[in-house]
């Protein structure tokens, strides 16, 4: 997979454009999300169910993985079975 795939959830309405990624298995809701949209919709895992917001990117804690949410959706992204986290704003310079 390279920077710029979109991918789709297969247990909610969740898409994601890839920025950054490593060689593990990008998941949402639980389950592994894949370019096309599957024809049967997996469950949604309970642990996995926190939300995505439109244009926030979500990195893991090596740093390894970067995504940006395109469309959001009740599932959450996580990496292998580990939990993203909402990647934080750089600060602007002070303008004295």
């Not at 599932?75 to 909402?86: E, R, W």
């Amino acid at each position: 997979m390279k920077p710029g795939t979109r991918l789709k959830s297969a247990a909610d309405d969740t898409e994601v454009m890839v920025i950054r990624t490593g060689g593990g298995t990008i998941e949402c809701g639980g389950a592994p999300m894949g370019e096309a949209k599957p024809a049967e919709p997996a469950a949604l895992n309970p642990d996995f169910s926190a939300g995505t917001l439109m244009g926030k990117r979500y990195v893991d804690a090596g740093g390894q993985y970067e995504l940006l949410c395109v469309k959001p959706g009740k599932g959450s992204l996580s990496v292998d079975g580990v939990a993203l986290i909402v990647k934080d704003a750089k600060p602007l310079p002070a303008s004295d």
